[in-house]
């Protein structure tokens, strides 16, 4: 497996809406990002994910762009976001931009001229069909509610948008539309980027004819959708590496809704020269249940080890795996795969251990670090995100028990993870001095940044030691990985073999004592990091606290 920095590197995910805001309007921007970068240095990440960033109506929070050459006026100035590059450069941390190009804004210049007439040179930029019978040209439902195809006026023709009607989908089957996307990058690229997330990557081929779809709703099913690892998407991406990609030292991850292992090797397969990882969803859609997202299942620990190990194998030596347990359309993992009272710091430096320890490159998200948690807004109004506004007003037309949409959306909300950076105890954490644009964690006084930096035994210092431990231990990066066999439906056991090196990680993921049942390994396993004070440093001790985890080398 060839080394890598960005397979050696940790990624930190940053939301810019809500991370720092400097000039009190509510909206976190990018010299509140440069103000931060210290803060982030101290932690130990390398490389940092911002979300879009560039102009757009926010009809959802910047996925929606107009222009993909200009900042966001809430944001900053492209100056702010050249300054930010070098002073992340000056510090020896890379930057990934989100790439958006499955779609685009309703109010990006080229729908305007599209939507003019149909004798616009840029008609064919977008996906435009006539309807049938008096009827929308196909079944296709859009991700965030309610069909897929918006008629119109103009023309009375329907265009295609799988997110809101605002975020129309580029038609990739047009050469012109892939020239300008390419040179677009290229244009990032030289302003000294350091690579690209690539949003809703394997949705951009479409099956010809857009044929009507089997089943529009489940999840499970996804992968069967016409508009899912289209058929040209890999010729799509092969080529969009030749003309772009292939001329820099720099790092992509495409995001993958809908995907096997199998999938994941022809997009991120060492040979395929098309991206360096994926993210894959397998892992956060294992507590929905069999209405999808909004229906809430759970999830068990065996089908989590599952999802990972299946994974960690199936890729070993042949791709490369990205690691994330939340992002910004996810709930706080804490909250989700963790406990988010009682054991709050134990569970958090939990996940801290899993993350860090497997093979892929680990994505935090912000907050993460110090054990930020899910919100419960009383109120639909105190939500802003359009997918759970879409949600709610869709279950109440529905006539669907108000408590329980609550309920559904307190727990799946993806402004769970979009509520303001806590700071400190301050008023609103110290994100704004101004009234911020989507409302505070009540909890903010207890859980903050600041906090976090004055206790030794923080979350925060947990992480930062992780990531050192993963750091000086090409073991942890490139080992193979074997789960290992343990009756008990609590805990997680799996070794990372490099060589000579071995590490063995244990996680009690439940809130009792657990025993492990481990016969082997040996007896000199020798202790060296985990979330409890423990006596025993040479050989294991298999009495397993509520949310421990330690690892030991072997
Ligand atoms: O998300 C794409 C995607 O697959 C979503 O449907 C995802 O499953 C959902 O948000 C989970 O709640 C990407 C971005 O990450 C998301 O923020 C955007 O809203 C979306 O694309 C449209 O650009
Ligand atoms: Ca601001």
């Given at each position: 497996m060839k080394r890598r920095w960005w397979k050696e590197g940790v990624v930190y995910q940053i939301y810019p809406r809500s991370f720092y805001d400097t000039n009190g309007d509510g909206i976190g921007d990018l010299r509140g990002i440069i103000k931060k970068l210290d803060y982030l240095k101290e932690l130990g990440i390398t490389i940092i994910w911002l979300n879009p960033v560039y102009k757009s109506p926010n009809d959802d929070n910047g996925y929606d762009i107009s222009d993909y050459q200009n900042i966001m006026d809430e944001f900053g100035t492209l100056d702010d976001l050249q300054n930010l590059i070098s002073e992340l450069h000056k510090r020896g941390l890379k930057l990934i931009m989100d790439l958006v190009v499955n779609h685009t804004s309703d109010e990006h210049l080229w729908f305007i001229r599209s939507r003019s007439s149909k004798q616009s040179p840029f008609r064919d930029y977008y996906i435009w069909r006539s309807g049938k019978n008096g009827r929308k040209p196909n079944n296709w439902k859009s991700f965030f509610g309610g069909s897929a195809w918006e008629k119109d006026k103009a023309t009375d023709e329907y265009y295609l948008h799988l997110f809101t009607k605002k975020q129309p989908d580029l038609n990739w089957e047009n050469p012109e539309v892939r020239d300008k996307v390419y040179k677009m990058m290229k244009w990032w690229l030289d302003k000294g980027i350091d690579g690209f997330r690539m949003d809703c990557i394997n949705m951009i081929s479409k099956e010809a004819g857009l044929p009507d779809t089997d089943e529009c709703d489940s999840r499970k099913t996804l992968?069967?959708?016409?508009?899912?690892?289209?058929?040209?998407v890999h010729e799509f991406l092969q080529e969009m590496n030749t003309k772009v990609?292939?001329?820099?030292?720099i790092m992509t991850v495409g995001e993958c809704a809908g995907v096997t292992t199998e999938d994941a090797m022809k997009y991120a397969g060492e040979d395929r020269h098309e991206l360096d990882m994926i993210f894959q969803f397998e892992l956060v859609e294992l507590d929905f249940g069999p209405e999808g997202k909004w229906d809430i299942g759970q999830w068990k620990l065996p089908d989590f080890k599952n999802v990972i190990s299946r994974w960690q194998k199936a890729l070993h030596g042949k791709a490369w795996n990205s690691n994330y347990l939340m992002n910004h359309d996810q709930p706080r993992a804490l909250s989700r795969f963790g406990h988010d009272g009682k054991y709050r710091r134990e569970s958090a430096k939990l996940l801290a251990t899993l993350l860090l320890t497997l093979e892929g490159t680990p994505y935090i998200y912000q907050g993460e670090e110090v054990g930020m948690t899910n919100i419960a807004f009383d109120s639909i109004n105190d939500y802003r995100d359009v997918a759970t506004l879409n949600f709610y007003q869709e279950a109440v037309g529905n006539s669907m028990d108000k408590k329980r949409v609550m309920e559904a959306i307190h727990y799946r909300s993806r402004d769970n993870s979009r509520t303001p950076m806590q700071w400190d105890s301050s008023e609103n954490a110290g994100f704004t001095k101004g009234n911020p644009w989507i409302k505070v964690n009540p909890n903010y006084k207890q859980i903050n940044i600041s906090e976090a930096l004055k206790d030794p035994d923080s979350i925060f210092y947990y992480y930062k030691r992780m990531i050192e431990l993963r750091k000086h231990n090409p073991c942890l990066v490139y080992g193979d990985y074997t789960l290992l066999k343990d009756e008990d439906e609590n805990i997680y056991v799996y070794l990372r073999t490099y060589g000579k090196e071995r590490f063995l990680v244990i996680l009690n993921f439940s809130d009792n004592i657990s025993f492990l049942k481990l016969?082997?390994?040996?007896?000199h396993a020798e202790f060296i990091i985990g979330n409890y004070e423990v006596s025993v440093k040479t050989g294991i001790d298999k009495k397993m606290r509520p949310y421990e985890a330690r690892v030991y080398r072997l």
């Open positions: 992968r069967t959708r016409p508009f899912i690892n289209g058929p040209r990609l292939a001329g820099y030292d016969t082997e390994p040996g007896s």
